[in-house]
């Protein structure tokens, strides 16, 4: 353990460099460097809104209300950088000598770069607009429906720091190789055939993105030539529903190899998995979540270390850390266990080095950042579950000092709507919930088809169909957890979920009344219309195409109840208020 924990925070935003010498992080607001070889934290700067490493972590970039900051890990020097207006996502090139930064980000944004010969503008067009819609180009913004796809970037820096690739945001959104010198290239891809740009990373060889169709059935895996902007296609991505890349793909391995997230769907597998150039790395039993670096492999060749993988194997409820071999072996895939998951554990990978939430592996050596300790769970725990032939994850949560024999009203969580799993096996994942439970529900939570964590078909079962199969599976769920749980009480159910959950709530009562009898809906989605547009037509399809699907879908559409409160929405036919405390939520479930 380093140090005592005190009442710091806990660890986060964590960057490892590539010379397994540091670790850098944040608690709270104040930057933290782990000085890995004597295991001793030592406080960099307080009051930090970001920040960014160059590749070994020696030089820090870090903003403070809007003002530009260079720290040096090595000398311990902290000094402000001069900037052309407040800064913004600033990052150190690889070897730490410029840093790139950008200006005005909610409008024209424009990418700089402050290096020895001082603060000069490498992409920005402030003041021009689309003179057809009114509105301004930005540079080096991730750009609309970015978020969507995981992706919270718009530049990257060239491992040698001698280039940028840049997202320009107009009208549609294109990609731009900036040589330092102020020679450019344009990067050339079928952009009208495929306008998402899912994914980016350059991290050794040249860029790798993903690029899907606007209906997201067919992506291109594309290697970009850093010196023409030409790409070629390195693999391709197909679902009659929808492609969901796997965050951490496409990336090259050591070996000239591209590793690619797909699926495999045929001789009865349904995974989620990754492949190298086409060769499968990982089992179908094991739903791969997320790659985050790679680890050399003790005694293997040096071009071929094992991949750093978060994921979940036979229960979608346990989020773990796997090592995955990616030499090729006569035996098939190979994994191995690190670690299980809690809470808002991240993992962060460079050089030989690994840290899951507070452990820090280091080569044979585990460290402990310091951290508050975690409370024990006050009250019970939730009692976690498999019902129906579908095998649905679900959890019931009993108020503390409950009397087996008693009937409880139930409350049925819908979280923030699909695409979010709720029953996981962590109790501080249900924290929030324990305060519903102790007010006298039994709490149920369940994890219906259209969420992550099973297998892509339950994921994607929803397609065009939502409402419909959730509240099939919601309803269907229940009816399987009274014959475990006889004290759930299916006369008195009640409902609640905020934003797509809070839709779902709303709907849950419009749609099947016999199971579900009040409902509280924050924020709730009332028209598909207002959702974004990469996420509506992933579910529902093009809308042009299939206004009865997006009709069927809203709440507009499905009737009215004064038995559904509206929280920060309103609609003809239903109660609504601007905000409700926990309170008066509770007296109107209550009835």
């Known amino acids: 353990m380093i140090g005592d924990a005190g009442s710091v925070e806990y660890p986060n935003d964590v960057t490892v460099g590539a010379d397994s010498a540091r670790a850098v992080f944040l608690r709270s607001s104040e930057l933290w460097l782990l000085d890995l070889a004597g295991g001793v934290e030592r406080r960099v700067a307080d009051g930090v809104d970001s920040y960014a490493t160059d590749r070994d972590a020696r030089v820090v970039a870090l903003i403070r209300d809007g003002e530009l900051f260079r720290a040096d890990l090595i000398d311990g020097t902290l000094g402000r950088v001069a900037t052309s207006g407040p800064a913004h996502d600033a990052r150190p090139d690889p070897q730490g000598l410029a840093i790139g930064y950008l200006t005005d980000p909610g409008e024209a944004a424009s990418l700089r770069v402050a290096g020895p010969d001082g603060d000069r503008l490498l992409a920005g067009e402030p003041g021009n607009a689309w003179r057809e819609h009114g509105d301004t180009i930005a540079w080096g913004i991730p750009g609309a429906g970015a978020s969507e796809f995981g992706r919270t970037r718009g530049w990257w820096w060239s491992p040698d720091g001698r280039q940028i690739l840049a997202v320009r945001s107009a009208r549609s959104i294109s990609l731009h190789l900036l040589d330092l010198d102020e020679g450019w290239v344009d990067v050339h891809w079928d952009r009208e055939t495929y306008p998402h740009l899912a994914q980016v990373r350059w991290s050794g060889g040249g860029p790798l993105i993903t690029v899907l169709r606007r209906m997201q059935q067919h992506g291109l895996i594309l290697s970009i030539d850093p010196r023409t902007g030409e790409t070629q296609v390195h693999a391709e991505l197909a679902d009659a529903r929808w492609v969901e890349p796997i965050p951490g793909t496409p990336r090259h391995l ?174 501080s994942a249900w924290a929030s919930r324990r305060w519903w439970a102790d007010s006298g529900f039994a709490v149920v939570s369940i994890d219906s088809r259209g969420t992550p964590g099973v297998s892509p078909s339950f994921e994607k079962a929803v397609h065009r169909r939502l409402a419909d199969v959730v509240l099939a599976d919601q309803a269907d769920a229940l009816h399987a957890l009274h014959g475990k749980h006889p004290d759930l009480d299916l006369s008195r159910v009640s409902v609640r979920g905020q934003g797509l959950g809070g839709w779902l709530a709303a709907m849950a009562v419009l749609k099947r009344p016999e199971v579900f009898h009040r409902a509280v809906a924050h924020q709730p989605v009332v028209d598909w219309a207002d959702v974004p547009a990469t996420v509506a037509e992933r579910h529902l399809g093009d809308r042009a195409d299939s206004p009865d699907v997006y009709a069927h879908h809203g709440l507009a559409e499905a009737g009215v109840s004064t038995d559904v409160l509206l929280v920060g929405a309103e609609l003809a036919g239903f109660p609504s208020r601007r905000a409700v405390t926990c309170e008066e939520e509770l007296t109107f479930l209550n009835g």
């Not at 071999?325 to 080095?353: F, H, K, M, N, Y």
């Not at 080569?363 to 009692?383: D, Q």
């Not at 923030?416 to 996981?424: K, T, W």
């Open 254 to 427: 050591p070996d000239g190899r591209v590793l690619v997230g797909g699926e495999l769907a045929h001789d009865g597998f349904d995974a989620r998995c990754l492949f190298a150039d086409g060769s499968l790395l990982t089992p179908p039993g094991l739903y791969v979540r997320r790659v985050t670096g790679t680890l050399p492999r003790a005694g293997g060749p040096a071009g071929s270390p094992d991949l750093i993988v978060e994921g979940s194997l036979g229960e979608p409820a346990v989020r773990e850390v796997f090592r995955v071999r990616t030499a090729l072996s006569g035996g098939g895939p190979e994994i191995q266990r690190i670690a299980t998951l809690t809470g808002s554990d991240q993992v962060t990978v460079g050089g030989d080095v690994l840290v899951a939430g507070t452990r820090v592996w280091h080569g044979e050596r585990e460290l402990t950042l310091r951290a508050p300790a975690s409370p024990p769970p006050s009250g019970n725990e939730a009692i976690l579950e498999r019902v129906t032939d579908r095998r649905l994850p679900a959890g019931v949560l009993y108020p503390a000092g409950h009397v087996v024999g008693t009937r409880l009203p139930v409350l049925v969580t819908m979280g923030d709507g699909p695409g979010r799993q709720q029953v996981l096996a962590d109790p």
